[in-house]
C-alpha cells in the first residue's frame, strides 16, 4: 500500500468517513491557510486506560482466559489462511514520534505518509512469542481441531483490489474477500465459562473486572479473520528523511507489560 494509491470510491462503494476527513480538512486548509500533514497507521499497539480499540489488550485478555481454561494451550482464533500471510503493524510511540517530525520538518507539509513500524510480520511468528510469553503453548496441530464456534462473513462482493484489476492484468482474477474466525471471539467473551474464567482472574489477580466486556473483540476478529496481505510501504517518508523503526514484537511486549502496570490484564507467571 502507497500513499498515491486511488481511493476506493464511487459506485456500489460504502462511504469511508477518512476520505470525508480529508476532504473537510483540505478545504478548510485552503480557506484558513493552514498547512497540514495525514499519517495512516495501521493495525495500533499501545496503551490507554480506558479505551481497549487496541489489539494489545483484546489479546493479552484472550490469553489469560485459555490459559485458564484450556490448560495452558493458546490456539489461533483466526484464519488458518492469514496466520502465514504478511501485515504490517504501528507502535503507538513511534506513531507519536513520527507526528511531532513531520510537524516541524518543513518539507512534510501538506503531505500524506504512512506510518508503520518498518517491519512486516506474520502470526506464524507472533503466536509462538504471544503463547510464550503469557506461559502458554501454540497446540501442534491447532488447524486440525474441530471449530464449532467458527464463523465467516463475506466482505464486498466486488473487492476494492478489483478497481485496479484491468491496470495490473488482474481482470477477474480478483476473489471476493472474507473474515473468518475458527472462534468467534464477539461470540467466545459472551460465554459463561469465560465469563467466570475471567471474574475469577480478576479477583485473584486484581485487575480490572470490566476490561472483557471493554475490549473490542469484533476489532480483533477483524484483524485475525483477513485473508489477505498488508503490506505497507514506508519509502515515502524514507525520502523526506523519517529514519524511524520499531521491531513490532518488542512493541507488543513493551504494551502488555504496561497493561500489566495499570492493572488491565494479569502479570504472565
Known amino acids: 500500500m502507497q ?20 476532504r473537510i480538512l483540505h478545504s478548510a486548509a485552503e480557506k484558513e491557510g493552514w498547512e497540514w500533514v495525514v499519517t495512516y497507521p495501521n493495525d495500533v499497539i499501545g496503551v490507554a486506560r480506558g479505551n481497549f480499540m487496541n489489539l494489545s ?4 485478555i484472550y490469553a489469560a482466559v485459555s490459559k485458564e481454561l484450556n490448560n495452558g494451550e493458546l490456539e489461533f482464533p483466526g484464519s ?11 507502535s503507538s510511540r513511534l506513531h507519536a514520534a513520527f507526528n511531532l517530525w513531520a510537524a516541524l520538518e518543513p518539507g512534510c507539509r501538506n503531505q500524506a505518509f504512512n506510518v508503520v513500524n518498518g517491519d512486516a510480520e506474520t502470526w506464524a511468528n507472533l503466536w509462538p512469542k504471544v503463547a510464550r510469553r503469557f506461559g502458554c503453548k501454540v497446540p501442534a496441530r491447532q488447524f486440525e481441531r474441530e471449530t464449532p464456534d467458527a464463523s465467516e462473513m463475506k466482505l464486498a462482493e466486488v473487492p476494492p483490489f478489483e478497481d485496479l484489476a484491468a491496470v495490473n492484468g488482474m481482470k477477474g482474477k480478483v476473489p471476493q474477500g ?12 459472551q460465554k459463561k465459562d469465560v465469563k467466570d474464567a475471567w471474574a475469577k482472574i480478576a479477583e485473584r489477580e486484581g485487575v480490572e473486572k470490566g476490561a472483557l466486556e471493554k475490549a473490542t473483540w469484533g476489532f480483533l476478529g477483524f484483524v485475525l479473520g483477513r485473508e489477505y496481505n498488508i503490506v505497507i510501504s ?9 529514519t524511524g523503526y520499531v521491531d ?21 507467571k
Open 178 to 189: 472474507k473474515v473468518s474466525q475458527r472462534i468467534d471471539l464477539v461470540r467466545w467473551c
Open 3 to 22: 500513499e498515491d494509491d486511488p481511493w476506493i470510491e464511487g459506485k456500489g462503494r460504502p462511504p469511508n468517513f477518512y476520505y470525508t476527513q480529508q
Open 248 to 268: 513490532t514484537w518488542e512493541s507488543f511486549e513493551e504494551t502488555f507489560d504496561e497493561l500489566e502496570k495499570e492493572k488491565v490484564i494479569p502479570e504472565a
Open 80 to 90: 488458518e489462511t492469514f496466520y502465514n500471510m504478511f501485515d504490517c503493524f504501528t
Open 234 to 242: 514506508m519509502s515515502k517518508a524514507r525520502k523526506f528523511g523519517w
Open 57 to 60: 489488550t483484546s489479546l493479552g
